[in-house]
């Protein structure tokens, strides 16, 4: 999971985002760069296939406290990567995804 630093994601937030993932996959989530991963040696012999898929958030915009627009991609290996717009609405005590738009897919 890579969130991007210059975004304003509070730690809190982060961490249930990585709580929530981790249940679901059941797999350990860390919190790194592409760069990091590769240094922690989490990629296949060549360092453009990770031994896992790269979440990154891009890009947050906040249309109001109830309302946020994300833009996130995926990534595991120089043979393919996407990417999605998905809006966030707050609704009973959680987020709930809105709408997804896939915006690039290679």
Not at 17 to 33: A, G, R
Not at 35 to 52: A, D, F, I, N, P
Not at 57 to 71: G, L, M, R, V, Y
């Amino acid at each position: 999971m890579d969130f991007d630093k210059g975004l304003p994601i509070k730690d809190s937030d982060k961490k249930s985002i990585e709580d929530y993932l981790q249940s679901k996959y059941n797999v350990k989530i860390y919190n790194l760069t592409y760069e990091e991963l590769v240094e922690e040696g989490l990629s296949e012999q060549s360092e453009s296939k990770l031994k896992g898929v790269l979440l990154k958030i891009e890009k947050q915009e906040q249309q109001s406290d109830n309302n946020i627009t994300i833009e996130v991609s995926k990534y595991r290996s120089n043979e393919g990567s996407l990417s999605a717009k998905i809006t966030l609405t707050y609704e009973e005590g959680q987020w709930k995804v809105a709408t997804h738009t896939p915006t690039r897919e290679s």
